[in-house]
């Protein structure tokens, strides 16, 4: 079965970068892209961006752009998405997302890794 | 960027209701709309996709409806681990964009 392996919780200073894993199993790989979103107390769900990960292609929203990057390593179907310069209210749950569809960035999150609390505080 | 509203923001109900929740998309998105539920300290669940398709293992108590900017979501028979937060997801227009969420309570 399809699951997604997000790693833990982290703690960071203001100004400090923040590097998350999400390890999918279950199927291949390459097949689906991944998305990475977020979760504010208190506010919706916002979409950051979405990797390919056979070829590390991104797509990333406005608000991240020029401070989220997001690789992808084959070897171990694994991929990382980094956030730097972090501020207060970047202090929330980050969630790696399955694409349900192959090939598209528009689409909906089939499956989920179980979220990572970054909380950013001085 | 298309803003995502649902209504309500919360509601209360019993077990054997049937509950009706509301996202209004702020330009149309044909049926381009899916539905999440997600229970506390839990990942986010697909339940409904393309506006009325219905995820693989979702029950049949679930369903959506709407096109445009309307929509809906349908719990026919409330059962005990319906009690969660539902939210709204458009995949119409990059990017791709949340409602605000709708807490499901037990009354």
């Known amino acids: 079965q399809v699951q997604v392996v997000q790693s833990g919780a982290e703690v960071k200073k203001p100004g400090a970068s923040v590097r998350l894993s999400c390890k999918p199993t279950?199927?291949?790989?390459?097949?689906?892209?991944l998305h990475w979103l977020r979760h504010v107390p208190g506010q919706g769900l916002e979409w950051m961006g979405v990797?390919?990960?056979?070829?590390?292609?991104?797509t990333f929203a406005q608000n991240f752009r020029g401070r989220v990057t997001m690789t992808t390593d084959t070897s171990t179907s694994t991929v990382y998405m980094e956030l730097s310069s972090l501020r207060s209210d970047d202090t929330a749950v980050y969630y790696c997302?399955?694409?349900?569809?192959?090939?598209?960035?528009?689409?909906?999150?089939?499956?989920w890794g179980q979220g990572a609390l970054v909380t950013v505080s001085s | 960027d298309i803003q995502m509203t649902q209504s309500p923001s919360s509601v209360s109900a019993s077990v054997g209701d049937r509950v009706t929740i509301t996202c209004r998309a702020s330009?149309?998105?044909?049926?381009?709309l899916a539905w999440y539920q997600q229970r506390p300290g839990k990942a986010p669940k697909l339940l409904i996709y393309d506006a009325s398709s219905l995820q693989s293992g979702v029950p049949s108590r679930f369903s959506g409806s709407g096109s445009g900017t309307d929509f809906t979501l349908t719990i026919s028979s409330l059962q005990p681990e319906d009690f969660a937060s539902y939210f709204c997801q458009q995949s119409n227009s990059f990017p791709p964009t949340f409602g605000q969420g709708t807490r499901l309570e037990i009354k």
């Open positions: 997302g399955r694409g349900r569809l192959r090939g598209t960035i528009m689409d909906y999150f089939d499956y």
């Open positions: 279950g199927y291949s790989f390459t097949s689906h892209y």
């Open positions: 330009q149309g998105i044909s049926t381009w």
């Open positions: 990797i390919d990960p056979s070829g590390g292609s991104t």
